[in-house]
C-alpha cells in the first residue's frame, strides 16, 4: 500500500497541522489587564491653563533614565482589557488611538494611530514591569509618549 | 573528430546497421579511398573472428528453469526490500511525526523564543512596520529601565497628545 494512502499517515499529517496551528500558551491564558498613558515632555514649566498633572514618579523616574526631558505630565490614563487572542483599541486623544491585540502569552501587536491613520505597528513581548513606550517629537522641542504595560488592578 | 565520425559511420556499415543510402554512399567511397578499404577490411575480420572465436558458456539448466531461477529472484527481490524497509519505515511512521511535535512544543513553550525584545541597545529590524511614507521608526531597549521604545519621526503629524 502507498504510504500516500495509509490512513495512519493522514492521521499523523492531520495531528501534526493541528499542533502548528494550536498555540497551548495562548489557550490556557485569559484576558490581560493593560495600562496606557499618554505623556507629554516638556523641559518647561507646567503649562497653564491646563489641568495638566505629572505622571507617577515610577513611570517619571524610568522615563528620565532614558530621555532628556525634565517635566513629564500624563494627559490620559486608560486601563484596558484585552481577551487571549483578542484585541481592543482606545483612544488616547482626539488625535492619538491604539490598538492593541493579544498574540500569545506576553505577546502583543501594538498599532498606534494618528489622525486614524496606523503610524507605526510593533510586536512586543510584556512582562510585568516591562513598559513599551511608543514616542515621538511634539512642537517646541516637546515630545509625546503612549506608555503602555501590563497592570493589576 | 571528423575521422573518428567516419570510423564510426563505417564500423556501422561493417554492422550492417547504415540506411541503404548511406551504405550505398559507404560503399562508393570505399572503392575509392585505399585508406578507407584497409580499415574496413580490419573491421570485418575481427567481427569475424570474434563470431567464429567467442567461448560459449552453456547453462547447466533448461532455458525454461534458468529463466524461471531469474523470474522467482525478481519476485523475491521487492519482498526482501520491503521487509527491510518495513522495519525503518515503521520507526520513521513515528519518529517524523514525534520530531515534529517536539520541535513545535520546544517553539511555541520556550518563554522567549523569536519574541522577546531582550536585546540591549537599537532593535534593528525588531518587527515595526510604518506604513506611512513620511513616517519612520527605530526602536531601541533600556534594559535598566525594562523599557522597549518606538521612536516614530513624523512629518506634519504634531499633537498627539494634546489633541490641539
Known amino acids: 500500500m502507498s504510504t500516500l494512502i495509509r490512513p495512519t499517515f493522514w492521521a499523523w499529517v492531520l495531528l501534526g497541522l493541528g499542533w502548528a496551528g494550536f498555540d497551548p500558551v495562548q489557550a490556557q491564558e485569559g484576558e490581560v489587564d493593560l495600562l496606557a498613558q499618554l505623556v507629554w515632555a516638556t523641559d518647561g514649566a507646567k503649562p497653564t491653563g491646563k489641568d495638566l498633572k505629572e505622571v507617577d514618579a515610577a513611570t517619571r523616574d524610568k522615563l528620565r533614565g532614558v530621555f532628556r526631558w525634565k517635566g513629564y505630565f500624563e494627559i490620559a490614563r486608560k486601563e484596558f482589557k484585552v481577551a487571549a487572542t483578542g484585541m481592543a483599541r482606545v483612544r488616547m486623544s482626539s488625535k492619538c488611538e491604539i490598538e492593541v491585540e493579544q498574540l500569545g502569552k506576553e505577546t502583543f501587536e501594538v498599532k498606534l494611530f494618528g489622525e486614524g491613520k496606523m503610524v507605526v505597528k510593533k510586536r512586543q513581548t510584556l512582562q510585568s514591569g516591562e513598559l513599551l513606550v511608543l514616542a515621538g517629537d511634539d512642537k517646541n522641542d516637546t515630545a509625546w509618549f503612549v506608555v503602555i504595560r501590563l497592570h493589576k488592578p | ?164
Not at chain 2, 59 to 85: H, L
Not at chain 2, 91 to 106: E, F, M, N, Y
Not at chain 2, 121 to 127: N, S
Open chain 2, 1 to 164: 573528430m571528423k575521422e573518428l565520425d567516419h570510423a564510426l559511420k563505417l564500423q556501422a556499415y561493417v554492422d550492417g546497421e547504415l540506411p541503404d543510402r548511406e551504405a550505398r554512399a559507404m560503399a562508393e567511397s570505399l572503392k575509392r579511398d585505399e585508406r578507407q578499404q584497409a580499415l574496413h577490411d580490419g573491421l570485418r575480420s575481427i567481427k569475424a573472428l570474434l563470431r567464429d572465436n567467442e567461448l560459449e558458456l552453456p547453462v547447466p539448466e533448461t532455458r525454461e528453469f534458468y529463466w524461471s531461477q531469474i523470474q522467482r529472484g525478481i519476485a523475491a527481490e521487492p519482498v526482501q526490500r520491503a521487509s527491510g524497509a518495513g522495519l525503518l519505515s515503521g520507526w520513521l511512521r513515528w519518529l517524523v511525526p514525534v520530531g515534529a511535535t517536539a520541535l513545535l512544543c520546544v517553539y511555541w513553550l520556550w518563554p522567549t523564543a523569536g519574541r522577546s525584545g531582550s536585546a540591549s541597545g537599537l532593535l534593528v529590524g525588531h518587527e515595526i512596520e510604518t506604513p506611512l511614507a513620511e513616517t519612520t521608526s527605530f526602536a531601541f531597549r533600556s534594559e535598566s529601565a525594562a523599557m522597549t521604545v518606538v521612536w516614530v519621526e513624523t512629518r506634519g503629524l504634531h499633537n498627539l497628545a494634546s489633541g490641539e
